[in-house]
């Protein structure tokens, strides 16, 4: 199976909470793990990405855990902000292209 | 720096009409693409090029075709305009050395009646 699903498909959370979004796939041969935002309007931006051989990768307030058994892979953003209300895509890189997860929508409330 | 521009932004079309969506990059990059975006279905690969005059299919490819004569455009083709093609589209495009950053535009709104 070439899907990635992403769940939830929206989330609330107040400013300086910590929302989750997973990701899980069947694939083992899927290679690299990347997550996309997207503001409204505009086309989706790299955000954070990790290899399968890593656990964790942080980068300022985000963090991709990476569960590599269990075929999942999570974001967190660490005290979020309205400024983080975007939708976010996770991805996964098989044969060279790109297969993203459904999207989550984010919105942090003041 | 432009980045990847698409044009038009929005359009509307009726049943059975044609029409190009155009994708120019300005980053000297090898790689390009085209995904549709709906909502609840993620970013849907439709076809991809991985270099001037070659081209291949993504995930879902009927309906669509595509070109890249040039290295800084890729085209992409409706021959017959459906409603279940009624959509954003993006278009992405990656350097061969880090063909996992994709640099996205920002989108064009297809309208189908």
């Known amino acids: 199976q070439q899907q990635v699903k992403q769940s939830p498909q929206s989330l609330i959370v107040q400013k300086g909470g910590i929302p989750i979004i997973n990701c899980a796939y069947e694939n083992t041969a899927f290679d690299y793990f990347p997550w996309y935002q997207q503001f409204p309007g505009k086309g989706p931006a790299l955000l954070i990405a990790i290899r399968p051989d890593v656990s964790e990768k942080k980068e300022g307030r985000f963090t991709i855990s990476f569960n590599k058994s269990a075929k999942q892979f999570s974001l967190h953003i660490m005290d979020s902000q309205p400024g983080d209300s975007a939708t976010y895509f996770c991805?996964?890189?098989?044969?060279?292209?790109?297969?993203f997860g459904q999207g989550t929508t984010l919105q942090v409330k003041p | 720096n432009a980045g990847v521009t698409q044009t038009p932004k929005f359009r509307v079309l009726k049943t059975g009409q044609s029409m190009t969506l155009l994708c120019a990059q300005d980053?000297?990059?090898?790689?390009m693409y085209w995904y549709r975006q709906d909502p609840g279905m993620g970013l849907r690969l439709i076809h991809y090029s991985v270099g001037e005059g070659t081209t291949a299919k993504g995930e879902v490819p009927d309906g669509y075709n595509v070109s890249r004569l040039k290295k800084q455009n890729f085209l992409l083709g409706l021959e017959s305009a459906a409603p279940s093609q009624t959509s954003v589209y993006f278009c992405a495009s990656s350097s061969a050395n880090r063909a996992n950053v994709l640099t996205f535009g920002a989108g064009s709104r297809l309208t189908v009646l």
């Open positions: 991805a996964a890189r098989w044969s060279g292209k790109l297969i």
């Open positions: 980053m000297n990059h090898e790689y």
